[in-house]
T-cell receptor, first 114, second 115 residues
Framework: GAGVSQTPSNKVTEKGKYVELRCDPI?????LYWYRQSLGQGPEFLIY????????DSGLPNDRFFAVRPEGSVSTLKIQRTERGDSAVYLC????????????FGQGTRLTVV | AQKVTQAQTEISVVEKEDVTLDCVYE???????LFWYKQPPSGELVFLIR??????QNEISGRYSWNFQKSTSSFNFTITASQVVDSAVYFC????????????FGGGTRLMVKP
């Protein structure tokens, strides 16, 4: 596609449920990043993939959060046992390489946990 | 640890005024990159500029200009002759060394340009 695509654009779930958020990066981009943006704040880094492997997952807040990128393209962010504090916009970005090239962001998935 | 501070949470100007958005950063690395992104109401972050720590030359792109000063750890952004379409939240960000696009963002500055 022309840009980074994230689905769904909005997700409302009940506390305690499991959710999956999907990111389709720009074709050919090897690096993929997940960020979380709470209302009125700047995005916070969660995890970075180079190809299929998670090169840095230091931003994941706890073990309820997990992400995969099995074929080096599409990535899924998985959240188990959701809590109200997980409500935020989850942003995905991709770049051609891991450094020296700009990152392009998707429009995000707004997750609301009720 | 790195940190980015945007002290101005909200700025309101009238169209055609010049406006400067401040950004102060902290890092222990000697090699790092600084960025500015624009986030319009649609929510998508739009890349504006990347500057590495070894290049202190100021940059101008149309109505946009950036002033990088290592001595004060600042990377300020000026919009000349602002327009209503410039209304958005602007984020300054930092990445260290070989961290690429693993960015530490500031809290953002909401710019409102009134006609």
């Amino acid at each position: 596609g022309a840009g980074v695509s994230q689905t769904p654009s909005n997700k409302v779930t009940e506390k305690g449920k499991y959710v999956e958020l999907r990111c389709d990066p720009i074709s050919g981009h090897t690096a993929l990043y997940w960020y979380r943006q709470s209302l009125g704040q700047g995005p916070e880094f969660l995890i970075y993939f180079q190809g299929t492997g998670a090169a840095d997952d230091s931003g994941l807040p706890n073990d309820r959060f997990f992400a995969v990128r099995p074929e080096g393209s599409v990535s899924t962010l998985k959240i188990q046992r959701t809590e109200r504090g997980d409500s935020a916009v989850y942003l995905c970005a991709s770049s051609l390489t891991s450094a020296g090239t700009e990152a392009f962001f998707g429009q995000g998935t707004r997750l609301t946990v009720v | 640890a790195q940190k980015v501070t945007q002290a101005q949470t909200e700025i309101s100007v009238v169209e055609k005024e010049d406006v400067t958005l401040d950004c102060v950063y902290e890092t222990r690395d000697t090699t790092y990159y600084l960025f500015w992104y624009k986030q319009p109401p649609s929510g998508e972050l739009v890349f504006l500029i990347r500057r590495n720590s070894f290049d202190e030359q100021n940059e101008i792109s149309g109505r946009y200009s950036w002033n990088f000063q290592k001595s004060t750890s600042s990377f300020n952004f000026t919009i000349t002759a602002s327009q209503v379409v410039d209304s958005a939240v602007y984020f300054c960000a930092l990445s260290e060394g070989s961290a690429g696009n693993m960015l530490t963002f500031g809290g953002g500055t909401r710019l409102m340009v009134k006609p």
